[in-house]
């Protein structure tokens, strides 16, 4: 049973267009369809059931691309491995039974390797027996282990089959994240071109979208800090970009403003999706504004006890290594605390993060943006220490766009904290380091002590 052919029939129609811009070359829609095809063809003369579980080690690549749609279509159970996740590939490799892997290398030549595994976990029996195409990701596991969410692919695809806006997008998310798959069926089932680029450094992202003209910015706040630090902005002529998408983590105030101030004519739009239920639609309350509407056809939101929850006819059927993390009546706890004004919500950051202070709760994200505005502060991270009164004591990293005294630094962000925030959110200890940590997809890496 083919399971893409609304959008392969949208790639018959759009044969002569651009479909991905790749090493500087074109891949148009005609030849996307082929490789589709011909990427069937080669797991039947290989002998590969549909059902079976494959793993394909690649970034966004043309034959990449083709791959993982011709698995989807010929119902195979996928997970994508990028390169980011290279040291944890073999441990992904054992906790997805994986049967086989499909590997791309640097110029695009794929290998296939059976493995003497037989994937029997039951959630991939309940998708062999509805005869669907699966979806296995992993969390990024920033401050723990990594979670293996399976999907049954026919939830996932259903929201793709309406049509929206035409766009050329850069795939700045990772193959492996559920924003990066996002972006690609998005942009492919409308009819777009996907623009990539190895280097996912501000110039080099920058670099592309002036290049390729590129309209859509799917990004984190991270780099887009790392863009103002850079003033790569300013390179670059960007007047074809016309949104740029923030998500993955919560976005300083700060950050926000400054893009918004330096790129006025560029729409800024909030995005929130998780690895567990997919990605919601949502509507900034503006381009300056950290509140955002989310849900859309689909999906359902409710707030307990200050932490969202959803219910998604696009959710996970559940963890190969973790227990349930469902409620009795169907709804996913998120575990981001939120605050609410009417139909909107403002992400104040994960539960797990939050900051016992003598029962006082601080959220790490409130005290960044704060310290993120200050005079010199090129990035900061603030965490937690144990404290044999209060319990937990707040804590700052940071670092400096210029060369300065951390002594003086340590008292400039305390004082500055003092005057902005309650007493128990300032931090006790400020450090000065060479950078902040973010790994490979642009996310602050959270230190857990």
């Known amino acids: 049973m083919a399971h893409l052919d609304f959008v392969l029939e949208r790639f018959a129609a759009h044969a002569d267009a651009e479909a991905i811009i790749w090493h500087d070359e074109t891949y148009r829609y005609g030849w996307l369809l082929e490789q589709v095809e011909h990427w069937k063809a080669r797991l039947q003369s290989a002998a590969v059931d549909a059902g079976s579980v ?12 083709a791959a993982f749609l011709a698995l989807v279509d010929a119902g195979f159970i996928l997970v994508p491995l990028s390169p980011a996740v290279q040291s944890k590939r073999d441990e992904f490799l054992e906790i997805a039974e994986v049967e ?27 998708l062999r027996a509805r005869r669907h195409p699966g979806l296995v990701l992993f969390s990024s596991g920033s401050t723990g282990k990594s979670k293996a969410a ?3 692919m026919v939830g996932i695809l259903e929201k793709f089959t309406q049509r929206r806006h035409t766009r050329r997008t850069m795939a700045f998310l990772m193959f492996d994240h559920i924003g990066g798959i996002n972006t690609m069926l998005y942009t492919l089932s409308n009819g ?14 920058l670099r592309a979208v002036e290049r390729y003209h590129v309209e859509l910015l799917p990004t984190s706040p991270t780099f887009l800090n790392l863009v103002l630090l850079s003033e ?20 300083p105030e700060g950050t926000l403003a400054r893009i918004h101030a330096l790129l006025p004519g560029i729409e800024l739009l909030q995005t929130y999706g998780l690895s567990e239920v997919g990605i919601l639609r949502s509507k900034s309350r503006s381009s300056d504004s950290l509140w955002v509407k989310v849900g859309g056809e689909g999906f359902q939101t409710r707030i307990v006890d200050g932490i969202l929850q959803i219910q998604s006819r696009s959710a996970m059927l559940g963890y190969l290594n973790a227990p349930s993390p469902f409620t009795d009546d169907g709804w996913f706890v998120t575990g981001d605390a939120v605050e609410q004004d009417g139909e909107y919500v403002r992400i104040r950051g994960r539960l797990s993060e939050i900051i016992n202070v003598g029962g006082e709760k601080v959220h790490p994200a409130e005290v960044e943006s704060a310290i993120q505005g200050i005079e010199n502060i090129a990035g900061v991270l603030v965490y937690k220490e ?36 309650r007493p128990f959110q300032v931090p006790v200890k400020v450090n000065v ?13 959270r230190l857990i002590r």
């Open 232 to 251: 790569a902005y300013k390179r670059y002529d960007l007047r074809a970009l016309q949104l740029i998408t923030y998500g993955t983590e919560p976005m």
């Open 433 to 445: 380091v060479q950078a902040i940590s973010h790994s490979e997809r642009f996310k602050k890496q």
């Open 54 to 65: 494959v793993a394909l080690e690649a970034d966004f690549s043309p034959h990449a691309v």
């Open 386 to 421: 144990s404290n044999p009164i209060t319990g937990n004591m707040v804590c700052a990293q940071v670092s400096l766009i210029h060369d300065e005294d951390p002594k003086a630094v340590a008292r400039r962000v305390k004082q500055h904290c003092r005057e902005q925030l």
């Open 100 to 126: 086989v892997r499909a590997a791309l290398d640097a110029h695009d030549h794929a290998t296939l390797t059976r493995l003497p595994t037989a994937a029997t976990h039951e959630h991939y029996q309940e």
């Open 150 to 152: 399976v999907h049954d």
């Open 192 to 205: 777009g071109c996907m623009v990539t680029t190895a280097d996912r450094s501000p110039d080099g992202v």
